[in-house]
């Protein structure tokens, strides 16, 4: 049973950082890309990033590039989201998901078999 826990969101103004993670367990995490969506009131689940298995390759939305970089650590089984000069716009609920592959390419919702719960970030003006 794949088991994905995010964690690390929360309030913060403007312009303020955020760091997510998420831990997995009950998978072998070096062999699967892992990514992370969101999801605001009322909008679809967006692909925000993703990165290859061994950490050497990421993929970011338009939107967060230059302010978000994803991050991995294998022998933590964790990856993490650092969020850099957050705006109101990117206040969602954050899904860490597990791809169907080792590498990076997928940005699609179906191509992510595995999701955690979730965590909200809520930017303020």
């Known amino acids: 049973q794949v088991q994905l826990v995010e964690s690390g969101g929360g309030l913060v103004q403007a312009g303020g950082s955020l760091r997510l993670s998420c831990a997995a367990s009950g998978l072998t995490f070096r062999n699967y890309a892992m990514g992370w969506f969101r999801q605001a009131p009322g909008k679809e689940r967006e692909f925000v990033a993703a990165?290859?298995?061994?950490?050497?390759?990421?993929v970011y939305t338009g939107s967060v590039k230059g302010r978000f970089s994803i991050s991995r650590d294998n022998t933590k089984n964790t990856v993490y989201l650092q969020m850099n000069s957050l705006k109101p716009e990117d206040t969602a609920v954050y899904f860490c998901a597990k791809d169907s592959s080792g590498i990076v390419g997928h940005t699609n919702v179906a191509d992510f078999p595995s999701w955690g719960q979730g965590t909200q970030v809520t930017v303020s003006s």
């Open positions: 990165i290859s298995w061994g950490g050497g390759h990421t």
